[in-house]
């Protein structure tokens, strides 16, 4: 019997490394959340139809939709540095997420007299989909194998 690399138990492919990539992780860290989020917001849309009304469910849609859009374009954003600039995707995590906190405040406070929905139900649905967000995406993050090091990328290797 001869002993290829195609037989069951052999060495493992850099193939089967590929769910540890940087793109893979980016990835998981932005799909997640989202997910989660989502079903989140899902969630407070039902509740505010149900407790609200109409103008309470266009609040609730509004919002859940604000936070997937600025905190899902902001998880883009740090993985963009963390590949480019390593060195200072800290800061930059923190300047994003301060930044969207910023925008996010401001939206509510513009908001808070609106006449077309309920602006209480839109910030309370803004904060609870940002609460679950931002718990998600730390779960994923501290769950997540993250390589430091790109399997085959060592000296020795073609």
Not at 43 to 53: D, E, M, Q, R, T
Not at 58 to 76: D, R, T
Request: aromatic share 8%.
């Amino acid at each position: 019997m001869s002993n290829n690399s195609t037989e069951p138990g052999s060495d493992p492919k850099p193939d089967s490394f590929a769910q540890h990539t940087a793109a893979a992780n980016d990835k998981r860290l932005v799909v997640l959340p989202l997910i989660i989020t989502a079903i989140a917001g899902v969630i407070c849309i039902v509740l505010s139809a149900i407790f609200a009304g109409g103008s309470g469910t266009l609040a609730s849609v509004i919002g859940a939709i604000v936070v997937l859009l600025f905190f899902g374009l902001g998880q883009f954003a740090v993985a963009w540095v963390l590949r480019n600039r390593p060195e200072i995707s800290m800061g930059a995590a923190l300047m994003v997420y301060l930044i969207q906190m910023i925008v996010l405040f401001i939206l509510m406070i513009i908001l808070k007299d609106a006449t077309f929905f309920n602006s209480k139900v839109f910030a309370l649905t803004i904060v609870v989909c940002a609460l679950v967000w931002t718990a998600s995406a730390v779960t994923t993050l501290v769950k997540s194998n993250v390589l430091y090091v790109e399997p085959g990328s060592g000296p020795g290797k073609p």
